[in-house]
Nanobody, 123 residues
């Protein structure tokens, strides 16, 4: 089992920045692929970014350049730095963990999920 706890979500003005954190426990963190997804009201959950166990990262095409995922294996924590935020970035952001390999861009690749943290971007 992997337990995930997100933090850092809040209300921010458009153009601002925010960093989300996700603390993991229960497995060897360095062996996990760690992803961020988000879900806006009335929309499906969508992939944001992943930090794979080998150190590589990938992003949703629409978000690359504004969002940066990073991880600290010593702290068992993954981060999502979000810059130049827009109102359309408003969503609940979920941290997820996967023991699989591959693209890890689909929600079904992930067996473990956090409870989510709300990010609201005001215009």
């Amino acid at each position: 089992q992997v337990q995930l706890v997100e933090s850092g979500g809040t209300l921010v003005q458009a153009g601002g920045s925010l960093r989300l954190s996700c603390a993991a426990s229960g497995r060897t963190f360095s062996s996990l692929g760690m992803g961020w997804f988000r879900q806006a009201p009335g929309k499906e959950r969508e992939f944001v970014a992943v930090s794979k166990s080998g150190g590589t990262t990938s992003y949703a095409v629409s978000l690359k350049g504004r969002f940066t995922i990073s991880r600290d294996n010593a702290k068992n924590t993954v981060y999502l730095q979000m810059n130049s935020l827009k109102p359309e970035d408003t969503a609940v952001y979920y941290c997820s963990a996967s023991e699989k390999y591959g693209l890890l861009s689909r929600s079904y690749d992930y067996a473990y999920w956090g409870q989510g943290t709300q990010v609201t971007v005001s215009s």
